[in-house]
């Protein structure tokens, strides 16, 4: 199992732009959770679904963010327009209901 | 909803000391309580776990308590090394919610 997979793993960009990150959560896991991560804040939960579905979103810092999930296999968080505060490393991770849960290894984003 | 308290929020120990990282949590509906160690610059990865129909696991140097009664359960960390040195957290989650909730994370040094 190759685990969750995210990508992509770094990512440089400027104020305004938007920003993608992507996340294949572990085969089988039926929940998938965003969170972001920064000294100053710790770790955040942003947003989790369970089976595709979003149970709650609310530590989505603001309607800059946005998180879908398509099928089981896929999830995106998208953040428009990207601001600087926005720089943080944002972990995905899955489990399986009342399961462990399994981070993936981050995307860390540089909002210049 | 629930709310995780950590302590201490550091903690420095010679190489081969005991450690012991405490948390409380404030709902009894939650009944599985995860600890993952954080290296710097990687993911969370989980290194112990209980459920709450148990009061104590252990997994070589590696022991969790639970204490249902108070609500609080602890990490111990025997015979300390310095590949021991991260962030620990610990975290909680409720019944049938997937939700966890994390602590604010312990920074473990251990000196040689």
């Known amino acids: 199992d190759a685990g969750v997979i995210q990508s992509p793993r770094h990512e440089v960009t400027e104020m305004g732009q938007e920003v993608t990150l992507r996340c294949k959560p572990i085969?089988?896991?039926?929940?998938l959770f965003w969170y972001r991560q920064t000294m100053m804040r710790g770790l955040e939960l942003l947003i989790y679904?369970?089976?595709?579905?979003?149970?709650?979103d609310s530590g989505m810092p603001e309607d800059r963010f946005s998180a879908k999930m398509p099928n089981a296999s896929f999830s995106t968080l998208k953040i428009q327009p990207s601001e600087p505060r926005d720089s943080a490393v944002y972990f995905c991770?899955?489990?399986?209901?009342?399961?462990?849960?399994?981070f993936g290894p981050g995307t860390r984003l540089t909002v210049l | 909803g629930e709310n995780v308290e950590q302590h201490p929020s550091t903690l420095s120990v010679q190489e081969g000391d005991s450690a012991v990282i405490k948390c409380t949590y404030s709902?009894?509906?939650?009944?599985?309580f995860p600890w993952y160690k954080q290296e710097l610059g990687k993911r969370p990865q989980l290194i112990i776990d209980?459920?709450?129909?148990?009061g104590e696991k252990k997994d070589q140097r590696i022991a969790v308590t639970l204490n249902k009664t108070a609500k609080h359960f602890s990490l111990h960390i025997t015979e300390t090394q310095p590949e021991d040195s991260a962030v620990y957290f610990c975290?909680?989650?409720?019944?049938?919610?997937?939700?966890?909730?994390f602590g604010s994370g312990t920074k473990l040094n251990v000196k040689p």
């Open positions: 679904f369970n089976n595709n579905v979003p149970i709650d």
């Open positions: 209980i459920r709450s129909n148990v």
């Open positions: 085969s089988g896991h039926n929940s």
């Open positions: 709902d009894s509906a939650s009944n599985y």
């Open positions: 975290a909680a989650l409720k019944g049938n919610f997937n939700k966890f909730y």
């Open positions: 991770a899955s489990s399986l209901p009342a399961g462990r849960e399994f």
